[in-house]
């Protein structure tokens, strides 16, 4: 009995058909299952690697970090951590997992940008709202950068009126010089009317010998005069584009200064043709001095053959000499008419050693007495500035984020106030400076506070007419002798400039001891007067006395801060991680700021075997393979 199979063929091969296709679907949705699953493997494996961040970093520095060995332990720790995944991949069929790390981004990389942005991401949980900056502190920051301008531009042109002084000393030598010739020329004509032959010629010999010198001195004010002219012609050149971004106040404080610089120059030149001309006459009385030296020596050896004859009593030797004498009044000296000099050169001495203080040497002077300036020094050969420093790729920080990482170093770095006693004592002084040498810290961080203080001060004298005032009275004390409107006013400088000195060394004790003093002085939060200023200069001992703390001003860690303002980002931040990797590497002495990584790329490469399209009605060359790969990218940061 035959049977027709079509109808058993054609269930046969509909039910493969749906068997083939419910396996291939299955099998799709287990291979996208088998990739999820893998990266979710490789999310866990990466965020598991960087949950194991280095613990004293964060809770020193709120900074995170993975303290990275190699990209073996690395990787050798991320398998351990996918192990469990593959042990319990189910159908999955996971196997042959390989890890390679292809990027690794560390804190010091990109001029410090990553280490910014962890600051940053600390620093928007706690007091700062990092998406709108205060116009007070760019008003600030403005403030502090053109009082660094105005000192810079302020000590060139106090440099011009040290000049200025420098040149009328050299005046008062030269007209030293013609009184002394004036006073030997004298003398000697009362030692030949005298008839005391041996002291005349002394006279004269010194008297010579003066006039010799004047050549000197006059060359020596020339080569003043000189430099003068081209120093202001420089500095002048220097200036300009400076001066143009200074607040119009302030531009007219620093052209007044020039005005000034020029006005004596102008006025000196005329001065300078009458000095110039003193020794035109030089050989001249130099024979003429020798002929009378001379016909002295012949008088005085004629009274000598008089007197040895025995007809020498009528010979009148009162009139011979006096004939000499006469031949003596003969010679004209030269005189200087032009107005000169400065009436108390003491004073002005006095001032101009005030002002070397501010090149150093003044640092006992602000210390308090009960601490001492640091001397340690310490190795930086392997700190994060000397060895990890990279390009900045970006546009560099804004005002908001200088401030955030300067409030940063305040809140996590010590300074000398803060009277630290183990390792480095001047961590904030160091963001500024970067020296070895916890002296050379301090010194430098006061020289850089000194000098912002000083041109504020010096501003401040300039606002208010009550000080100026008295500075412009001392000067027209001090000059009064030139009569040269021009010198007046550039001593008045030299006055100003150092009572603003005084000022910032009393700032700057208010500053150590830990007290606050006022960033922007006022008539009434000025502490000095110029009677302070001569003891002062006189004695090189603080008017303590005066010293009064600033309601609502700085305290000393707070005007660092400000100087950090000025500082470019990738000097301040390399700095400050410095600090950090120096104070943890006293319990970790293996830590290094330029290991720990901030971020990192990745892939995890593994196999997983096909399933459900093993159907084994194909040959093998036709099949789909026993397995299939599964690449998966990894990126982390934190």
Request: proline share 3%; charged share 25%; aromatic share 8%.
């Amino acid at each position: 009995m035959k049977y027709r199979g079509s109808v058993t063929v054609f269930l046969a091969l509909v039910i493969t058909c749906c068997s083939a296709m419910i396996c291939a679907l299955t099998e799709s949705a287990r291979t996208a299952g088998a990739r999820f699953y893998v990266r979710n493997m490789a999310d866990a494996s990466i965020n598991s690697l960087f949950s194991q961040y280095h613990r004293e970093l964060w809770d020193s520095y709120r900074i995170i970090g993975y303290a990275y060995e190699n990209d073996q332990s690395c990787t050798r720790e991320m398998e351990n951590f996918i192990r469990p995944y593959l042990e319990h991949c189910g159908w999955y069929a996971l196997r042959s997992p390989e890890i390679s790390i292809t990027k690794k981004t560390f804190l010091t990389d990109a001029g410090g940008r990553w280490f910014e942005q962890e600051i940053l991401d600390y620093l928007k949980f706690g007091w700062i709202n990092l998406n709108t900056a205060p116009a007070s502190a760019e008003e600030l920051w403005e403030q502090i950068s053109e009082a660094q301008t105005m000192d810079s531009v302020l000590k060139d042109y106090g440099l011009r009126s040290r000049e200025a002084i420098a040149m009328e000393k050299a005046i008062m030598k030269i007209k030293k010089n013609l009184d002394t010739q004036e006073r030997l020329h004298r003398e000697a004509e009362a030692e030949l009317r005298d008839g005391n032959h041996s002291a005349f010629q002394r006279s004269a010999s010194e008297l010579a010998g003066t006039i010799r010198a004047l050549p000197s001195l006059i060359q020596s004010y020339d080569k003043k005069a000189d430099s003068y002219s081209r120093n202001l012609a420089e500095t002048e050149a220097r200036h300009r584009d400076a001066l143009e971004g200074l607040k119009p106040e302030n531009q007219t404080i620093i052209r007044e200064q020039l005005s000034s610089c020029h006005e004596y120059a102008d006025q000196d030149g005329s001065r300078r043709l009458e000095i110039d001309s003193l020794d035109d006459d030089n050989e001249y009385l130099l024979r003429a001095i020798q002929d009378v030296r001379s016909y002295a020596e012949e008088t005085e050896e004629y009274i000598e053959d008089a007197e040895d004859d025995e007809e020498g009593d009528g010979i009148d030797e009162a009139a011979l000499w006096a004939e000499v004498a006469e031949s003596w009044c003969a010679i004209r000296l030269p005189t200087l008419g032009a107005a000169h000099g400065i009436d108390n050169e003491e004073t002005e001495s006095l001032l101009e050693a005030i002002l070397d203080l501010a090149a150093g040497g003044y640092l006992n002077i602000v210390l308090p007495p009960d601490r001492e300036i640091p001397a340690e020094h310490f190795d930086c050969s392997d700190f994060p500035s000397r060895t990890a420093v990279t390009a900045r790729t970006d546009a560099g920080p804004s005002l908001l984020t200088a401030l955030a990482v300067d409030e940063y170093a305040g809140q996590f770095l010590p300074c000398f106030t803060d009277q630290r006693e183990e390792g480095i004592l001047c961590q904030l002084e160091y963001t500024l400076t970067g020296s070895s040498s916890e002296r050379e810290n301090f010194s430098a961080a006061l020289t850089q506070l000194l000098a912002v203080r000083e041109a504020l001060n010096f501003i401040c004298i300039m606002s208010d007419n009550s000080l100026r005032e008295q500075a412009r009275l001392t000067a027209a004390t001090i000059t009064a002798a030139a009569q040269i409107p021009g010198l007046s006013v550039l001593v008045e400088c030299l006055i100003i400039t150092a009572w603003a000195l005084l000022e910032s060394f009393l700032d700057l004790r208010l500053l150590l001891e830990g007290r606050k003093a006022a960033l922007f002085k006022t008539r009434e939060s000025w502490m000095s007067d110029l009677s302070d200023l001569l003891r002062f200069a006189a004695s090189l001992q603080l008017p303590t006395e005066k010293l009064q703390e600033a309601t609502g001003g700085l305290r000393y860690e707070d005007c660092l801060k400000l100087l950090l303002f000025t500082k470019s980002a990738e000097e301040r931040d390399y700095r400050i991680m410095d600090m950090i990797q120096a104070n943890l590497s006293l319990s970790d002495p293996g830590f290094r700021m330029s290991q720990c990584i901030y971020g990192m790329h990745a892939e995890l490469q593994c196999e997983s075997d096909h399933l459900f399209t093993k159907l084994g009605v194909s040959p093998d060359g036709a099949s789909l393979g026993a397995s299939f790969p599964i690449c998966v990218k990894m990126v982390k940061a934190y």
